[in-house]
């Protein structure tokens, strides 16, 4: 929806530049995840050196000869670091961003070390591996995501992480609730196979070819409205969804109004989630009385 917008502001035909830049900013996804999960890792390895050196201080108090370990000793933190499917793919991407920017790093660091949280972590020297995951998952949903100064450094590294951070964040908690001692941490796939893959550049493409063909289903179908008057992005979603009706027999009616609803609540007007429905609740029973809708497989509605 957002390549099909940002074609229309520069009144661009070039599909082909188009869709690479679509594809790339997906594939700019996994960097980003890559990122904000090795975040805390960097995070525990520039504690390990604030440590070393407090430790070597020529006037160094006792505490600071003896510190309490717990946060760098945390089981999770270093599972992630060792584990070899995230090393993998940092190596095989060339993520080396925070060796080049750890003045973040250092600013989430002293927010963590700051907080309540890490204070209530800290105050016991017991452990457990269940323990050492909440607080990761703590840590990361309360203080490393919400930070200002570290999304204020992603929407400056790529504009497009802006609407994939939610999406990342959300990732990256359900693999660290789903992580144990005895499971191994798995870097996800981008797409879960090559027909995923392929829907991107098919719907891209589909949509951006057959705009008028597609204006046209609904165009008739809004008497309140002059076609003029209807929000672009309003247009542009109602295109999609007919687009999926028409040539994608595999995706259940319902499913495409509900992903197209919800895109529309995310981006669109406030009452832009009713004007589509209604539209496209008319327009699939119209479609369906002259039996221009076919599908195919298990959920056909």
């Known amino acids: 929806m957002q390549s099909i917008y940002a074609m229309h502001q520069k009144s661009s035909d070039d599909i082909e530049k188009e869709e690479k830049f679509l594809r790339q900013s997906i594939d700019n996804i996994k960097d980003l995840y890559l990122i904000m999960l090795t ?82 972590y800290m105050s016991t020297n017991k452990t457990s ?4 995951k909440q607080f990761v998952i703590d840590m990361f949903t309360e203080l490393i995501a919400p930070n ?21 964040n959300t990732q990256i908690v359900k693999q660290l609730q789903q992580i144990s001692e005895k499971s191994d941490f798995n870097v996800p796939k981008l797409y879960k196979d090559e027909e995923d893959k392929e829907f991107v550049s098919s719907l891209f493409r589909k949509t951006v070819l ?15 409205w002059d076609a003029d008057r ?17 040539k994608f027999p ?24 009713i004007f589509i429905n209604g539209i496209l609740d008319n327009l699939v029973k119209e479609f369906q009385t002259q039996n221009k809708i076919v599908k195919t497989g298990r959920g056909l509605m």
């Open 39 to 120: 975040s805390m890792t960097e995070i525990r390895k520039k504690e390990i050196v604030f440590l070393d050196a407090s430790s070597k201080k020529h006037l160094a108090t006792p505490e600071e000869k003896n510190p309490n370990k717990k946060f760098v000793n945390n089981a999770v933190l270093q599972l992630l670091e060792e584990n070899s499917s995230l090393n993998s793919a940092l190596e095989k991407r060339k993520i080396n961003n925070w060796s080049m920017n750890d003045d973040y790093i250092l600013i989430l660091l002293n927010s963590i070390k700051q907080s309540k949280l890490f204070e209530k």
């Open 129 to 132: 591996f269940e323990e050492d």
């Open 148 to 168: 200002e100064k570290l999304y204020e450094y992603l929407e400056d590294d790529k504009l497009t992480w802006i609407d994939d951070i939610p999406l990342v």
């Open 210 to 224: 057959n705009e008028v063909e597609l204006a046209k289903q609904y165009i008739d179908k809004t008497p309140n």
């Open 230 to 246: 209807i929000a672009e992005i309003d247009t542009i979603i109602l295109k999609m969804a007919i687009c999926e009706f028409f």
């Open 250 to 273: 595999s995706i259940p009616i319902k499913v495409t109004i509900n992903e197209y609803l919800e895109i529309a609540k995310e981006y669109s007007t406030p009452k832009s989630s």
